[in-house]
C-alpha cells in the first residue's frame, strides 16, 4: 500500500529546530497555518478540529495548490517552490510585510511583488530628504546607479555627479573614468571591496537583465572589474572610513553610513560624514 503524505513521520521540531532551510521553512509556514482562524479567511468553523487553525487541505484549496505538495512544504522535503506558488501561500496565510519577506528569504526566491528591478525612480519623499542632508548623500538603485543626490555629494564626486557626468553608475565611473582613479585614496582596495559588496547586494537578482548587462559590459571593457569578478570575493556593504583626492579642496575623509529605506529594499541611501580627524 502506498503511503500518503499524512501517513509519513514528521520530524520532531523541537529537537531539530531549523535542521535545514527546507525544514526552516516548512515550520514557518506551519505555524502560520495553526496561527489562521477558519473565520478570518471565511471558512465556517466546521466540526471539531484535531489541529489549531486550518487544516493542510484549506490551506492547499485556498493556494490553488495540490494538497499533497503543499503538506510536503510543511514536511521540510526538497521540493521546488516557485516565486508564484510562495506568493499564494502568502495571501493565503494573511502574512504581513515583514513575514512575506521572511517567507520568501527562507526559500531563496525573490518575491514577485518587489518593486520592478528595471524601475528607475526613487520616492519623492527619499528625494526631498536627500536634498535636506548636510552632507555629501546619494540613493542608489540595484545596479548601483544614482537617482537622487545633493549638491554636496554632486562637488565631491567629480566626474559621477557633478553637472559634467554622463555616466551616473557607481560601478562605471570607479572602473572606467580616469577622474575615479585619481579621486579615490587607494583605488585598488576599494575598487576590489566595491566589487565584492556588489555581488553580495545582486544575488538574488544576479540574472535580472540590466544587472547581467552592466556585469557583462564591464567585464569586457576593464580588466580589473573582470580580475576582481572573477575572485568571488563576497563582503557586506558596510560603512567605514572613505578617503578621496579631491582636485580642489585636497584631502578628504568621511565615515559612510548606508541605509535602506523601508518598504523600498532595492534602494540604498548613503550619507558621509566628515571623519572627526577630518574636520577643520
Known sequence: MTATPTDLPEADPTKTPDATPARALGDFIRTHRERLSPLAVGLPPGPRRRTPGLRREEVAQLCGVSPTWYTWI???????????????????????????????????????AEPDPAAADAPATLIETVQLIDAPAYVLDRQWNALAWNARAAALFVGWLDDGARDRNLLRFTFTAPAARALIVDWETRARRLVAEFRADTIRHLNDAPTRALLDALAAANDDFARFWASQDVGEREGGRREFNHPRDGRLAYDQITLKPAHREDLKLVVLVRADDARG
Open 74 to 112: 510543511e514536511q521540510g522535503r526538497p521540493v521546488s517552490a516557485s516565486a508564484d506558488a510562495l506568493a499564494r501561500i502568502a495571501v493565503a496565510l494573511q502574512l504581513s510585510r515583514a513575514e512575506r519577506a521572511y517567507l520568501f528569504e527562507l526559500a531563496t526566491q525573490r518575491d514577485p
